[in-house]
């Protein structure tokens, strides 16, 4: 998983996140504060856009769960895929800029 531009600008546009899966699998991808406060959240099911075998790309536009932008600092993206052959989790930290 990675995510460009990073650090993202939010006064230039979203932040691309980019994943590559090597079959169809359930995704769910969660943001969090470095306090560990859940910002946001993403579901993506087996077979449907960003669930899908191969690359998946999808854009994040510096908001919570409630619309507002997010404060400028850092940020960590886990990233849960499950499928067929199993479970895997990756974390990436993503940087905002305001």
């Known amino acids: 998983m990675t995510n460009y531009p990073n650090p993202a600008d939010m006064r230039q546009g979203p932040t691309n996140v980019a994943y590559l899966l090597n079959e169809d699998a359930t995704v769910k991808i969660s943001l969090f504060d470095l306090l560990g ?3 946001r959240e993403w579901n993506f099911s087996a077979g449907q856009e960003g669930g899908r075998s191969g690359p998946n790309v999808f854009q994040w536009d510096g908001r919570d769960f409630g619309g507002t932008q997010v404060s400028a600092g850092g940020y ?3 990233i849960e ?3 067929a052959k199993g479970s895997t989790t990756v974390i990436r930290k993503i940087g905002v800029i305001n």
């Open 76 to 78: 960590i993206m886990r």
């Open 81 to 83: 895929v499950t499928g």
């Open 37 to 39: 406060y859940l910002i």
